[in-house]
Each structure stands twice: as structure tokens, then as C-alpha cells.
């Protein structure tokens, strides 16, 4: 885990498909304040290009990293304005 950032938020999408995970992110990061960060678990390896593609396309959040593990995808995602 990296010291960049503190983890204000965790969603737990693992057993969903897409789009579930993003649409999911989306609605918990709208209840975040500017500069908290959500991190999203997901088992969907789609995840991956699907949560960087909204995040690199949505303006307002970052993608500030992800991490794939044997099982789970992890995203961290930074609401920026």
C-alpha cells in the first residue's frame, strides 16, 4: 500500500461484472468531499481498463492507483474537485 494517500472509503464490488463496478464507484464518490480517496474491490479483471477509462474520461477524479492481486483488482480513485 503505497503512503501517498489515505483511504477515506472502501466499496466492495468483488462478484460484480461490468459496468456494476464503475457505476457503483461512481455513486460512492459523489458522497466523498474534494481530496478523499475510495478505494474499489473488484474480481472483475475488467475492472482494470473500466475504472481508468471513467476515471482518465470523468473530470473531478483521479485514478491514483491500481493493484492486481491474485483474486482481487484494487483501484483508488481520488475525488479532486
Given at each position: ?39 474499489v ?5 475488467g475492472?482494470?481498463?473500466?475504472i ?5 474520461g ?6 491514483v ?10 483501484h483508488?480513485?481520488r475525488?479532486?474537485?
Amino acid at each position: 500500500m503505497s503512503a501517498e494517500f489515505d483511504i477515506t472509503e472502501t466499496l466492495d464490488v468483488k462478484g460484480a461484472s461490468c459496468p456494476m463496478p464503475v457505476v457503483k464507484a461512481k455513486s460512492a464518490i459523489d458522497e466523498l468531499s474534494e481530496g478523499e480517496v475510495l478505494e474499489v474491490l473488484a474480481t472483475d479483471s475488467g475492472s482494470m481498463s473500466d475504472i481508468d477509462g471513467w476515471a482518465s474520461g470523468t473530470e473531478g477524479i483521479e485514478l491514483v492507483n491500481q493493484e492486481e492481486g491474485d483474486d482481487v483488482f484494487k483501484h483508488y480513485v481520488r475525488k479532486t474537485e
